[in-house]
Structure formats: C-alpha cells, structure tokens
C-alpha cells in the first residue's frame, strides 16, 4: 500500500477542473434533468396568471414573478441540494475511484470545495434559467420594465445565499456522518424539524434558526426597505457560520481506507494542526459579527416574544378591567406638529389636544392606555400629577388638583419620539419608511380610558388563562346608552376638529386628511398645513414620499392622484371613478363636504385602501398594477370598484357613524358597499352586476361555512366581514332590486339627514332597518325581515327545460324547485313557506359563457309552493331559463339557477 502525503497547497488550475467536472456530472445526470423540467413545467403554469381580487389581472410586476418563482420551483431546487448533495459526496465510493483520486497529491480542501462549488454553481444556473422564463412571461403579457437588479438582488444573491446555506449542511451532513442513508435524513429532520423546536422552546431570535433572514417586502415606492441592514448582517453571520461548518466537513473528509470513526478522529486532529489560523480567523470573523447582530437585536432593540404579548394582554385584563366604562372625557380638537425624517426613518411630533367632560358626573381623574410600551410619551397637563404608570402594560392614570365637572375643557399636550436604533430581528415598523411613510394618529395619542381590543382574543387562550368569555361587540340594544356613547372607531371621542403641521424632507410631498392650506421649505426641509374642514372623528392617518400627483377638478372639489412613478397604468381610470362617484352620492346622498378628494399611494406592506376625510391612502398592490388593458364587457373593474367603495366611506363612516355595538357595519360597510354597486352600475350596466355578485355570493357562502363562533344576521354582524361586506353587497342590491333604487335612496339621505356629524347616542342597525321599512310597500315588508333580521337562504333550481318549435315562435316549458330556509347562529337550518316574489326568465343566445343573453321573457312572480311549472312564448330562440337567475336572493348553489333548453 503506497501512503501518500496529502498535499495542501490551493492550485486554481486544479480547482476548477475538479468543479467543472462534479458540474458535467450534475447537470447531464439524468435525474437532474427531470426534476428541472418538472420545476420548469410547474413555474411556467404559475406565471400564466396574475390574479387580483374579483377575477382581476395585474400586471406581471417582477416583484410577482420573483414570487411565483418562489412559490412554484423552490422545492424543487431544495430537492435538488438534498440529492445531489450525497450524489457528489458518495459517487467516487460507489464506482470504486475514491481511492485512486484519494492517492493523487491533491489538497483536500480542493476536493470539498470543488464539490460544494458546483452544486451552488448548478443552483446558480438553475435561478439565472427561471430569471429568463419570467422575462418572457413579462414579455408575453406586453409588460417590459424587467428590473433586472431586483432579479438578481432577490434571486441571485438573498435566494441563492440561502440555497448556499441547505448546501453546505447537507454536505457537511454527509461528511460527518459518514453514512449516505442516515445523513440524508438527518438533514431532512432537522430542516423540518428546526422551526417546531424553537416553537417549542418559545425562541424567536433568527441567530438560532439555520439560515433565517428578516424577510422583507419589495416595494416599488420604497425598493428593499427597512430590511436592507439588517439581512446584510444576517446574510453576514450565517456565511460566517457555514464557513465553520465547511471547515469541519473539511476535517472529517475522508480520504484511503481508513473510515471508521476513530481514524478519521486522528486525520481531523492532524488537519486541525495545520489550519488553526483559518479556523480562528473564521471563528473570530463569526463571533465578532455574531456580537454586532446579538447587540441590535436583543439589546438595542429587544423584543417582545409572542408568549410575551400573550401575557401582558392577559395582565392588563386583568390588572385594569376594572377601570372599564368610567366616565372619562373625550377628545374635542387635535394640533399636530410633525417632523418626519425618512431617510433615518426617526420621527419626532408634539400634539395640543382639547379634551371635554361630556358626562353628568365629575371626573378626578384621567386614565390612558398606550399602544407603545417601547416609546412612551410625554404628557403634559396642568394641575394633573401621575398616580400610576404602569410602562410595561402602558396604562398611566393622572390626578386631577381641580377636577372636570360637566362641559368643563382642559388642554393637553403630547409629545414623543420614534427613533430607528440599527437593526431587528424582524422589522417591526414599517409605517415610518425612507420613501411611503403611512402611520396614524393613534401612534402619538394616548387611547382615554380602558380598552377591549388590547385584551386576548383567542378563546382557547381566554379559557386556559381564566379569562371570561369574550363578546366581539356589545349586543344590539338599542336601550344601552353606555355602549351608543361611543361610536365604532374610538372611544375617545365624537366629532373633532384636526390641523396639522407636518415637516418631511426636501424631496418629498406630505399629505394629511383636510385642505392644504400652506406650503413652504425651511432649513432644506418642506412642510405642509392641513386644515380638516368638517368634522372628523379622532382617527386621521398621515403620509409622506417622492409622489408624482395628477391633477384634475370636479366642480368645486380639486381631484388628486398621488402616486410613484412608474404607476401611471390605472390613473385615468382612478380619476373617473372619483368623479363618477361624487357625481352619484351627491345628487343621492348629499352634498359632500370637503374641497378636495385624493388618493394617495403607500407601500405594499399592507394590501387594503381606507378612507378618510377627503383622504383615501391606497396600498400600491390595490389598483395601481391592476391591468385593465384587456378588459372585457364582464370583468369587474377592480380599481372602479374599490375607489367607488372608499369615496362612499365619505358618507358612511365620515358624516354618518354607528354605535359600537353589533350591527355598526351594516351602517359602515354594507350600505357602503350598495352605494359602490350603484355607481358601478351606472357606468357599466346590470350585466356587469351579476359577476360581481356571484363572487359576493360565494363569498358569503364560505365565510359562513368557516364561522368559528355564531354568524349573525347582517343587522347584528360583528366585524364578520363575509356578512357586512359580501353579503351585505347581496342583501342591498335586492332590497334595490324589490322596492327601487329611488326608495333605497330616499332611506339613506334621511339616515344622514337625521344622523350626519351627530354625536352621541349614535345611530344603530335598527335605525337603518326603520328607513327601509319606511319606503317598503306592506307587500314587501317580509323582505326587510329576511334580508337583515334573520339568517335566510334559498333554494332555487332548474329541473328541466324544453322548447318546441311552433312556426315562428318557440313554445318555453321549465319546471323549478324553490325552498326557503332559516338558519340559526350555529348554521343549523330549517325549511320555512315560501311565499316570495321571485325572478323568472327566459334568455336569448350569446356567445358569452359567463353573461346571460337578452332577456326574453323576465317576470317577477309570487312563488308560493316548492314545485313550480313555467310556460312561455318568444319569438326569438332560448338559450337558457332561469329561476332568480341574477342570483339576488342567497342561495346554498347558486350554479343550479339556470339552465340551457333543450330542444324537443
């Protein structure tokens, strides 16, 4: 036996002839080619479509494809590193050269590098392929801003470093197992197992979760954002980790005959002599950036673990319940003055508020909750000293010298700061952004008095900590006074008045609900001053980017845009909706109170719009990249639609707000939603309503079938969006459909004539519910009962249909089955009598699959049995016949409601 000296010094030559070679046996193995055309079949058919909400398109943004890339081919290239890493590790054994190559004077580490090279390099070729499949899917949809450095930022470097990670892992598995078999599980295990046991342990730091970055968020307003520091850091201390596993895989690298556990000890501890300065260079390079991301991470910016949030929420409960619905006084007028400085992402406000006493008692004293325990504020009150402050479950109380009796007003100053210390363990502000900051008032108030929402809501929890069970909402009952004191936003107060004064650097716009009254620059900064003019309830949000703004006019009322560049895809269409909506709810509702209604675009890390007083921030993922270039006579405008949705919140929620109490969303969400339907079918036509409602429909069926505690009728719903919102879309076009669209409206501008900017007592369900009787027909008050104060479904089908030809004519004969059901809170249901008008039809030929062609024959009927026989004359030829065939009344299958004829 020849004992050769392994040699140990690097030769570039060598080291990449050993890589290209273990490179050809990867990519022209068989089993490699298959799984990359499986990946590759399985990501082409999940970049066909970019779906948005509705059955809406959006364009193919690369931030998408890069997550359809993700969502569609990882596990694959995840199979890939876990079978190629023992391929490369164990196929010299099984062909018997391990031990030729073992005796060739090669260092060992150029064996192992080269090893681990070309799997990373196959990876490499792998992400650099999908890249080029989604630029051609782009390019196939018409769409070519390709961004290549987002591409290669989010695949090429922040992907691949994790596939770096799995690699080396694997490999290192394999080394020191020694095993093929036994190592292929244990990596398996323990990438499976790695995220349960930190679970298990309640550790929540990503120092100890293999390969773990903050995950952030690509935004076209913001690039990379608040993420960036820290996954270079993160990137930098698990690169340093794998460079010490790579070392001890190098270690245990077994070379000759010798592969028993003990000589292989005796090779690592002669390597070990030989490379103890690499391996303290790597450990120190680890330690020293493990002590930098340990310092921002868990000292700098110390967390709250999950566990942690659980049992403050439960202490507060229980420490502070007591203090709940004591008279309190509420806010009456608010002074912002803001200093906004994106580029450090720090923030800094002070706030004169004007508080009144409008109980009947005397109050001695005034209690706060803070919903940041981690940036307390400043509160400054004359007469006042601090009698309790509670800094880790943030409730403060203050004793009044002199206290409040009835209608008395004290001043109140805040004043606070947010600052960005270095880096997180996961980013947990991105309100305030270098480009999109969004962040509301209630990040500088203090929320007055005790507050439900910050209580534990998961009812398991609840049960296991003792708690008492949990109401979503009060119950409606009109006679609670207490509970109509306040309205659905905030307990802390009625209608006020708001200005602010917000400063943002020299390159951006700041933008708050109101009238802009004056704009300047000073000291290399720009400010703006914003001046509410109506009252608001105290909930206002403010905003600030590099905005390109369109501007246009709808009679007295300034008409703006304000958005990135580089989104101007959908601003005509955001425009017309405004216009078109403000067109309808004033000549409706009445007149709208403001000089101007803007839309303005923040970053997609939330994905919803809202509205506010002539203010409606849009998340740049909600109708801005919608494509509306193919748009079809049945698609839904989603960017319409919603726009339509959030102007009406005008009305709804800015001039008339509920009681918090069950039922506040049929006031706030569902006539909302009427008055959107309204103006979409102005523009578009009823055709165009039927889709929307199939969705809605569908909607509402699913959301009832995963309700997890009681649905409610729409008239008590409690923040359950299925109910106030899809079926709350059904339930108003049919109340439209029965009694009129002008008697619908005639209830709704007496609801705002009766109840606009009123305070409390505030306005329940029922007061809606009256309106509506009260321009209902006696024939038709049943509908009132079954659209909101009960849970009712129907049943409608066509069992079959036929026509006969008689010389000009077509002789039409269906028969239907129609039932009528009431449900209880727990989804049980009953049969009832039918006794109900229900649509019947008779439609004519179209080549649209999806819409019903012109009406023939369309009758409303009163439908009083189950089985019902129809007969009808047309002159033109049917296609199909229909019981509700619009699908306005719910139904438990609405696809059974048509049905084509055929002929006899």
Request: net charge negative.
């Amino acid at each position: 036996e020849v004992q050769q000296k392994p040699a140990t010094a690097f030769s570039l030559p060598v080291f990449l002839k050993l890589t290209a070679f273990e490179l050809k046996a990867i990519i022209k193995n068989q089993t490699f080619i298959i799984i990359l055309i499986i990946g590759m079949i399985n990501l082409v058919t999940a970049l066909t479509l970019f779906t948005g909400r509705y059955g809406s398109s959006n364009y193919p943004l690369t931030y998408d494809v890069i997550d359809s890339i993700s969502g569609a081919f990882f596990l694959f290239l995840i199979g890939i590193v876990i079978f190629y890493s023992g391929v490369l590790v164990w196929k010299d054994r099984d062909v018997k050269l391990d031990e030729i190559k073992d005796s060739t004077p090669t260092a060992t580490g150029l064996f192992l590098a080269s090893k681990i090279t070309a799997l990373l390099l196959s990876v490499q070729l792998i992400l650099v392929i999908t890249i080029l499949i989604g630029i051609i899917a782009q390019s196939a949809y018409g769409y070519f801003n390709f961004e290549l450095g987002v591409y290669a930022r989010s695949l090429l470097v922040n992907e691949f470093l994790f596939f770096t990670y799995l690699t080396v892992l694997a490999v290192f598995f394999h080394y020191l197992i020694n095993n093929r078999y036994i190592a292929y599980f244990a990596f398996v295990v323990f990438i499976i197992a790695i995220d349960f046991v930190w679970q298990a342990l309640e550790v929540e730091t990503l120092m100890l979760d293999y390969g773990s970055v903050p995950r952030g968020t690509y935004s076209d307003l913001n690039g990379f954002g608040p993420w960036q520091k820290a996954t270079f850091w993160f990137q930098l201390y698990w690169a340093a980790f794998t460079m010490i596993l790579i070392y001890i895989s190098y270690l245990f690298f077994s070379r000759g005959r010798s592969l028993d556990l003990k000589s292989r000890w005796q090779e690592a501890k002669g390597r070990l002599k030989t490379s103890k300065m690499l391996i303290a260079s790597i450990l120190a390079i680890f330690f020293l950036v493990g002590f930098n991301v340990y310092y921002n991470t868990l000292v700098l910016n110390d967390y709250d673990s999950s566990d942690q949030i659980e049992k403050k929420r439960v202490d507060y409960e229980k420490t502070y319940k007591i203090y709940e619905g004591i008279p309190q006084p509420k806010w009456v007028s608010m002074d912002y003055h803001i200093e906004l400085y994106p580029a450090e992402r720090d923030l800094e406000f002070a706030v004169k508020g004007i508080m009144e006493n409008k109980t009947n008692a005397t109050i001695s004293e005034l209690h706060f909750s803070f919903s940041d325990t981690k940036n307390p504020l400043e509160i400054m009150i004359d007469g006042a000293d601090i009698e309790e402050d509670d800094k880790d479950l943030g409730y403060r109380i203050y004793k009044l010298s002199q206290p409040m009796m009835p209608g008395d007003q004290l001043k109140v100053g805040i004043s606070g700061e947010k600052r960005t210390k270095g880096f997180e363990n996961r980013v947990s502000n991105t309100r305030i952004v270098e480009n999109g900051s969004f962040f509301y008032s209630m990040e500088m108030v203090p929320d007055i008095g005790y507050q439900s929402d910050n209580e534990l809501t998961d009812r398991n929890k609840r049960r296991k900590k003792d708690l008492p069970e949990r109401r979503r909402m009060p119950p409606l009952d009109e006679n609670n006074l207490e509970a109509r004191n306040f309205h659905y936003i905030t307990n802390s107060s009625d209608w006020i008045d708001i200005k602010t004064v917000m400063g943002t650097s020299a390159d951006q716009i700041a933008v708050s609900p109101g009238k802009l009254i004056r704009e300047w620059e000073e000291n290399g900064r720009r400010y703006f001053e914003y001046k509410q003019e109506a009252p608001s309830v105290h909930f206002t949000s403010f905003l600030s980017a590099d905005y390109e703004v369109e501007r246009q006019q709808w009679q007295d009322v300034d008409i703006e845009v304000y958005y990135t560049k580089g989104h101007e895809y959908n601003i005509p269409n955001f425009v017309n909706a405004m216009k078109k909506s403000l067109d309808y709810y004033a000549n409706n509702f009445g007149e709208y109170h403001h000089s101007q209604l803007r839309i303005v675009e923040f970053p997609r890390y939330a994905g919803f719009a809202q509205s506010f007083p002539g203010t409606m921030p849009y998340s740049e993922r909600l109708g801005f990249i919608t494509d509306l270039r193919n748009v079809s006579e049945d698609d839904i405008d989603l960017v319409f639609y919603v726009t339509a949705h959030e102007t009406a919140h005008q009305y709804w929620a800015h001039q008339v707000i509920a009681a918090k109490m069950r039922g506040a969303e049929l006031l706030m969400e569902a006539i909302t939603q009427y008055s959107a339907l309204m103006v979409m079918e102005q523009e578009y036509g009823r055709d165009k309503m039927r889709k929307f409602l199939r969705y809605e429909m569908d909607g509402y069926l699913r959301g009832r079938g995963s309700e997890y505690e009681a649905e409610r009728p729409l008239a008590e719903t409690e923040r359950q969006g299925y109910i106030h919102y899809e079926k709350g879309s059904i339930a108003m076009y049919y109340l439209k459909e029965m009694i009129g669209e002008e008697q619908v409206n005639n209830s709704l501008r007496q609801l705002i004539a009766d109840f606009g900017y009123q305070g409390a007592p505030y306005p329940t369900s029922m007061d809606a519910v009256r309106a509506f009787r009260a321009n209902t027909p006696d024939s038709l008050q049943y509908v009132i009962d079954d659209l909101f104060l009960n849970i009712t479904l129907f049943s409608n089908r066509v069992v079959d249909a036929n026509i006969t030809q008689d010389g000009e004519e077509y002789i039409v004969e269906f028969t239907t089955e129609s039932k009528k059901f009431r449900s209880d809170s727990l989804g049980k249901e009953s049969p009832i009598p039918i006794a109900d008008f229900i649509d019947v039809g008779v439609f004519g030929f179209t080549e649209n699959k999806k819409l019903l062609g012109e009406p023939l024959i369309y009758e409303r009927l009163k439908i009083d049995q189950e089985e019902n026989s129809f007969t009808f004359r047309t002159k033109s030829k049917p296609q199909v016949v229909g019981i509700d065939p619009y699908n306005y009344l719910i139904d438990r299958v609405p696809s059974d409601n048509t049905k084509k004829v055929s002929l006899n």
